[in-house]
Structures are given as C-alpha cells and as structure tokens.
C-alpha cells in the first residue's frame, strides 16, 4: 500500500474553485490507478474521478463533468482535483485512492479533506 495525504479542501462560495492535492509515498512504483471519492453528510461514499496513472486517461461521474478536471504529476506523485463551478451539492468529504496494479479495487485510502460550498 502507499500512503496518500490529501490537502487544499476549504469553504468556498457557489460558483468558486478549489484544488484538491494527493501525495503518494511509498510503493508508488506499483500504482495502477488513482481516484477521488466523496462522502457527504448522510451518505455512501461516491466516486468522483480516476486517472491511470501510466496512460494519464482518465475518467468521471456525470455529476462532476465539465465541472472537475482530475489531474497528475508523476514527477511529484501526486493527483489534482480542480474543481470549478462548484455547487452547494458539492460539500462532502473528499478522499484520494489509490489502486496497485496487483489489485482489482482501490487499496490506500487518504484521510479525507472537506470541502463546503455555501450558497
């Protein structure tokens, strides 16, 4: 497993932007995949964005397309969200993924970051 520390999640009136940023270490060399997820208050957890991490395609809820634009450095190993046009139904909790290229689902977890957009 990596390590995965997410930063940047913030209040920000509706219509604003923010970017979210993951840093991976350690074991980054067997990365496959890296996602954004979000839980909001009384919720299940929801994906949000997938970049693969060799190709750099990536992929996106149709909540969020057009809006979010996931994004990576693979010199620094860490994963953006920008987040534009941001929506009060936006708030949630914000957590980075990673998934290694041994398995079939999402095996790291950040801490998570919030994020509140007010209207």
């Known amino acids: 497993q990596v390590q995965l520390a997410e930063s940047g999640g913030g209040l920000v009136q509706a219509g604003g932007s923010l970017r979210l940023s993951c840093a991976a270490s350690?074991?980054?060399?067997?990365?496959?995949?890296m996602g954004w997820f979000r839980q909001a208050p009384g919720k299940e957890r929801e994906f949000v964005a997938a970049?693969?991490?060799?190709?750099?395609?990536?992929t996106y809820a149709d909540s969020v397309k057009g809006r979010f634009t996931i994004s990576r450095d693979g010199a620094k190993n860490t994963v953006y969200l920008q987040m534009n046009s941001l929506k009060p139904e936006d708030t949630a909790v914000y957590y980075c993924?990673?998934?290694?290229?041994?398995?079939?689902?999402?095996?790291?977890w950040g801490q998570g970051t919030q994020v509140t957009v007010s209207s």
């Open positions: 993924a990673a998934r290694a290229v041994t398995m079939t689902q999402y095996d790291s």
């Open positions: 970049i693969w991490w060799s190709s750099g395609r990536t």
């Open positions: 350690g074991g980054t060399i067997s990365i496959h995949n």
